[in-house]
């Protein structure tokens, strides 16, 4: 079991950028796989970005291609995801979370550890 909270949101300009933390507790973080989700208000949980546990995989959905990056220190027990350009639909709660096993889709339903999530705006 692993215990995430997340950190680094707020409000920010069309175009600009934000980096956002998942910091984590517990044991064998770094055998977890770690991912991104999105909820915005009154939209269903999306994909954003996910790692591998040895950082050699990575995977993004189509919106943020480009423009996100995910990245991890298992040192530091925490994941990172470098928001770049955003755009006011990246508004929304992101959360991030972990799972044990690899490979198959990203969907939440694959991922057993989340976090509370944290609040990114994007004015236009």
């Known amino acids: 079991q692993v215990q995430l909270v997340e950190s680094g949101g707020g409000l920010v300009q069309a175009g600009g950028s934000l980096r956002l933390s998942c910091s984590a507790s517990?044991?064998?973080?770094?055998?977890?796989?770690m991912g991104w989700f999105r909820q915005a208000p009154g939209k269903e949980r999306e994909f954003v970005a996910a790692?591998?546990?040895?950082?050699?995989?990575?995977y993004y959905a189509d919106f943020v291609k480009g423009r996100f990056t995910i990245s991890r220190d298992n040192a530091k027990n925490t994941v990172y995801l470098q928001m770049n350009n955003l755009k006011p639909e990246d508004t929304a709660v992101y959360s991030c979370?972990?799972?044990?096993?690899?490979?198959?889709?990203?969907?939440?339903?694959?991922?057993?550890?989340w976090g509370q999530g944290t609040q990114v705006t994007v004015s236009s």
């Open positions: 979370a972990a799972r044990r096993s690899a490979g198959g889709s990203y969907s939440a339903g694959t991922f057993g550890s």
């Open positions: 517990g044991r064998t973080f770094s055998s977890y796989t």
């Open positions: 790692i591998s546990w040895n950082a050699i995989s990575t």
